[in-house]
């Protein structure tokens, strides 16, 4: 069961960084407004919802230890991202601030992940 929380781990790893990288490749674009949401954006955020669900689930059948708060913030805002994401997945021309808003939260959680312990 270590061996598949390791491959959900790396795999949650690749979603944030295609998420992130799906933003950094629009922030070129911010200055004209010529920006959207890309299939990267897309496919890392549900990438990270769907490990990071099994991720949480593992680590309960395990008997580890789970800070359900931390994963409550998390999930949280993971799903204000995936929000954001989804409903402008299809829009040729997508609002700087909201892609903006998807990069620093993508941030947030990355910092809320490594820094509350």
């Known amino acids: 069961m270590d061996v598949v929380r390791q491959l959900l781990l790396v795999l949650h790893i690749i979603g944030v960084a295609s998420l992130l990288g799906g933003f950094l490749t629009q922030m070129s674009a911010m200055k004209s407004g010529d920006v959207r949401v890309n299939k990267a954006m897309v496919h890392g955020a549900l990438t990270m919802l769907v490990t990071g669900v099994a991720l949480v689930g593992v680590r309960q059948s395990q008997d580890l230890d789970v800070d359900n708060a931390k994963m409550g913030v998390k999930l949280a805002v993971l799903l204000a991202i995936l929000l954001?994401?989804?409903?402008?997945?299809?829009?040729?021309?997508?609002?700087?601030?909201?892609?903006?808003?998807?990069?620093?939260l993508t941030v947030a959680n990355i910092a809320i992940a490594v820094m509350w312990t």
């Open 84 to 104: 954001m994401v989804w409903t402008n997945r299809t829009k040729e021309r997508v609002d700087t601030k909201i892609v903006g808003a998807i990069g620093l």
